[in-house]
């Protein structure tokens, strides 16, 4: 029976993968293209990681289609909608991240108003928490100093705009991939720069006895004589050893394309622990206080999304839909300036 089961299991896998297929294939050429192109000429690369890109797209898929949103972020909207009064100070603070972004300017210059309401936007933030003291009411009488939690969001970005909330999500997986790949380069400079230093250091080790030698055999008359005891000659011969032994592991200074692939293979395959979600649900007053009195559940929760990065701060994400005419066209633009400037 649990051979069949293995059988049954390998047969739906596979089929996975089949009706999959042309995606895959894409995202193998995203990969090679930021990667490194030439991994093409590698035979069977294909079967070799079909299965874990696959398995790295529904980590993604999930992430990206797991993001909060989308919601109306017309700045009218923002007084009568929790999770942007919590982002942002005021509707104006949120108006001014819309027109400072040219992408999104872009978007609303190619999009006809009869065709589309509204662009797509993901805003990027950063939460803090902090301990601070302030005015609460316990049943009838007002307390002063109560120890409280206050939320702020901070470092407001627009991640990506699209004209579509599914056109939105698809860049968004598509820099997911492009995250995968940039963490490729990124540890093999890292091995780079570490089997660097390693031989920097094995060469001053192997400097430093190639001094003793000479000494004990007298060929180092134009050199100050350096005593070594016999244990720190020991420590050093030991280190030699050491350094040699990291760096017959790490040596890399010309990678070949098998390298490149085992590299993807590493970070394919440990997706999971470099892209993160959290879902984070708060509930909130309007001076951002975050309430923990049992009458809090009264209170609607506002609710984020926090995505982790491997080696990149946890960020607030949440997917908007900006209203056509809350951003300023280029044109409108010029238009407005040109206008301020004539009544100087």
């Known amino acids: 029976m649990g051979l069949i089961r293995r059988v049954l299991r390998h047969y739906l896998q596979q089929k996975s993968l089949q009706l999959h297929q042309a995606e895959i ?59 942007l009064r919590a982002l942002f100070a005021n509707g104006q603070e949120m108006g001014k991240l819309f027109n400072r972004d040219p992408a999104l300017r872009t978007c609303f210059a190619s999009v006809q108003p009869d065709s589309a309401e509204n662009c797509h936007v993901m805003i990027a933030s950063t939460m803090q928490v902090r301990k601070v003291l302030g005015v609460a009411m316990r049943g009838d009488i007002m307390q002063r100093e109560v120890p409280q939690t206050q939320i702020s969001f901070t470092d407001h970005r627009i991640v990506a705009s699209a004209d579509s909330e599914s056109g939105l999500r698809e860049k968004l997986k598509a820099f997911a991939l492009e995250f995968l790949a940039h963490k490729v380069l990124a540890d ?73 692939m085992d590299q993807l293979l590493l970070v394919l395959n440990s997706v999971e622990k470099l892209l993160q979600i959290h879902e984070v649900s708060l509930r909130l007053d309007n001076m951002n206080i975050l309430l923990d009195t049992p009458d809090a559940d009264a209170v609607k ?28 066209v280029q044109d409108d633009m010029a238009a407005r300036i040109d206008d301020a400037l004539k009544r100087l």
């Not at 294939?25 to 294909?46: K, M, V």
């Not at 491997?310 to 056509?324: C, D, E, K, Q, W």
């Open 25 to 83: 294939d894409t995202a193998i050429e995203q990969l090679f293209y930021e990667i490194n192109p030439r991994l093409r000429f590698l035979t069977g690369y294909q079967e070799a990681l079909s299965r874990p890109v696959w398995n790295a797209l529904k980590h993604i898929h999930h992430i990206i289609d797991s993001i909060a949103g989308p919601v109306d972020a017309g700045t009218r909207q923002w007084g009568s909608t929790p999770v």
């Open 301 to 328: 929760p506002v609710e984020l999304t926090e995505i982790l990065r491997a080696g990149h701060a946890a960020r607030i994400m949440l997917i908007a839909s900006v209203p056509f005419g809350e951003v300023l």
């Open 188 to 260: 093999i400079a890292a091995a780079r720069s570490e089997c660097e230093g390693l031989e920097q250091e094995l060469a001053l080790l192997r400097a430093r006895m190639r001094m003793k030698l000479r000494q004990d055999s007298g060929k180092a008359c134009l050199c100050d004589r350096v005593e070594y005891s016999e244990g720190e000659m020991a420590e050093i011969c030991t280190q030699i050893r050491k350094k040699e032994s990291l760096l017959s592991q790490t040596a890399i200074h010309q990678p070949t394309l098998q390298y490149f």
